[in-house]
């Protein structure tokens, strides 16, 4: 089993920086993980991933150019560093890790195992 525990959430104004990290633990990840959110009344979405040798990134348009994904996989480790900040960044930002090969790394149905999530929020 992989448990994933982020960190690295708070309050922050618009226009700031928030680094988010996840931590895997139980076994290696191997292969691509990602961040998605969910906002009070919305649907959980996705706001970015990175394949196993971090040379394939992935971003929701509403965060490309603000929002950028990184691994350590010596260290098992997965962030989101956030800059830039809007409002609407508002969510509980959860990771997320795949356990085998899947061509898509948009979708949740991609993932294999989820963490708790981590509350950020954006003061206007």
């Known amino acids: 089993q992989v448990q994933l525990t982020e960190s690295g959430g708070g309050l922050v104004q618009a226009g700031g920086s928030v680094r988010l990290s996840c931590a895997a633990s139980g076994r290696t990840i191997s292969y691509g993980m990602g961040w998605f959110r969910q906002a009070p009344g919305k649907e959980r979405e996705f706001v970015a991933a990175i394949k196993w040798n971090g040379g394939s990134t992935y971003y929701a348009d509403s965060v490309k150019g603000r929002f950028t994904i990184s691994r350590d996989n010596a260290k098992n480790m997965l962030y989101l560093q956030m800059n830039s900040l809007k409002p609407e960044d508002t969510a509980v930002y959860y990771c997320?890790?795949?356990?085998?090969?899947?061509?898509?790394?948009?979708?949740?149905?991609?993932?294999?195992?989820w963490g708790q999530g981590t509350q950020v929020t954006v003061s206007s």
């Open positions: 997320a890790a795949q356990w085998r090969y899947y061509s898509d790394s948009v979708g949740r149905t991609a993932y294999d195992y």
